[in-house]
Structure formats: C-alpha cells, structure tokens
C-alpha cells in the first residue's frame, strides 16, 4: 500500500555499523509502529508512537532506538547493529480517532547484518 | 512473548474447498483481528471482532470469537488459489492500539 513507505526495501550492512530505517506515511494517521519479523516468530513490536511527543518501548527495544520527526514520519535507527537483527522490519500506522484499531503496514525493509 | 498463537502452523488445501485456522489467545482481550500476508510482503487487515462480539462475516471470511475459551476461528469459503498466503490472528489487550501477533498459519491453496 503507497500510503505507508519504507526506504530502503533492502539494506546489507556490518557488524557495528549504524542504521536508519524510514517510515513515512500519507494516510494522516496518528499513531505509527515499528515491528520485526523473523521466520517462524510472526511479528514483534519493537518501539510505538500515539503522537509526536508520545513513544514507547515495545516487546523488544534493545538495541533500537526511534524518532517521530512529524505525523507523518518515524524513523528506526540500529546504533551499532549486530548479526541477530537481521530480519524483515515493518512499519504500520493506525488512526486513533473514531474507535478504529486496524493497522496499515509498508511493504518492509529487509535487513541483513553480516 | 506472543500473545495469540495459531493452529495449524500449515494448511494445504484444494481450490473451492474451505480453510479453518485458529487462533489461542491467553489474556483478556479488547478487540481481535486477522491480517494476511503474501510472501515477504507488508500484513493487510482483513477483519476485526470486538470482545463483545462473537461472530463477524466479510466476504468469504468468517471470524467466530469465544471469550470464555479464549478462542477464535477464521473460515474462508470456496478458497483460491489467490488466498495462499500467511495468516496471522493480533489481538489488543488493555490499550486497542497496541497489537501482539501469534506466529501465523502459511495456507497453501492448490489449483
């Protein structure tokens, strides 16, 4: 879905190098995520945003840190990234108004950490 | 640590017949909802039951929800081959923005 991107869709890199992964989205929604998937584990939440002055930690924020530059864009940075984040990362949004819930996502960034 | 988890983890099934995943769950819900994800693709929401609920239909999909079980189904009728894909059941416990995914069922419909 274009109203929800990722850049880049694919990035390699190495041990201890630092990382930026971009979310930036078009639907006006208030509320952004930053999930990651690996085989066999489904998704886990890793850092949530309700507005621009609201974040927080998620399942598994160690080693993650985020930034909410605007509504419309969250950014995931990896300061020193090490092989076991190696995964697919997704980034979803979702409107907290009017009691709706369901979440939209980018079509993700796969990172791999060698 | 997953708050839902799927059953089966794989389904193959034929073209036109019907596809039932379930979904456990262990704590006290708000909302569930059901997303699909094609291959290496982003998650696309198919539908939501509110705890109150027990039963919504969308299409060719049916969600049944049990509060007392901790329970809920996904059906989708007259299955294609375009409905191959992975299915994952989130559920929103105390905030209903805030989902835990399960580990997903990869369906597989042959032609």
């Known amino acids: 879905d274009a109203d929800v991107t990722q850049t880049p869709r694919n990035r390699i890199t190495k041990t201890g190098k630092r990382i930026m992964l971009e979310c930036s989205q078009t639907k006006g929604h208030d509320r952004m995520y930053w999930y990651r998937q690996d085989p066999g584990l489904g998704l886990r939440l890793i850092y949530y945003s309700f507005d621009v002055k609201d974040i927080n930690k998620g399942e598994i924020s160690d080693g993650y840190s985020v930034s909410r530059q605007a509504q419309a864009k969250f950014s995931l940075s990896l300061e020193s990234a090490i092989p076991n984040q190696t995964a697919l990362y997704f980034c979803a949004t979702s409107d907290g108004t009017g009691g709706k819930y369901e979440q939209f996502f980018g079509p993700g960034t796969r990172l791999t950490v060698l | 640590s997953q708050q839902g988890e799927e059953d089966p983890q794989a389904l193959s099934i034929q073209e036109g017949e019907n596809a039932t995943m379930n979904c456990s769950y262990k704590t006290s819900i708000n909302n569930l909802q059901w997303y699909r994800q094609n291959s290496g693709r982003g998650l696309v929401h198919l539908i939501l039951?509110?705890?109150?609920?027990r039963e919504k239909h969308s299409g060719r999909l049916r969600v049944t929800l049990d509060t007392s079980k901790k329970s809920s189904s996904l059906l989708i009728t007259a299955s294609r081959a375009a409905d191959t894909a992975s299915y994952f059941c989130?559920?929103?416990?105390?905030?209903?923005?805030?989902?835990?995914f399960g580990k997903g069922t990869l369906l597989t419909v042959n032609p």
């Open positions: 039951i509110r705890s109150n609920e």
């Open positions: 989130a559920t929103a416990g105390g905030s209903n923005y805030k989902l835990t």
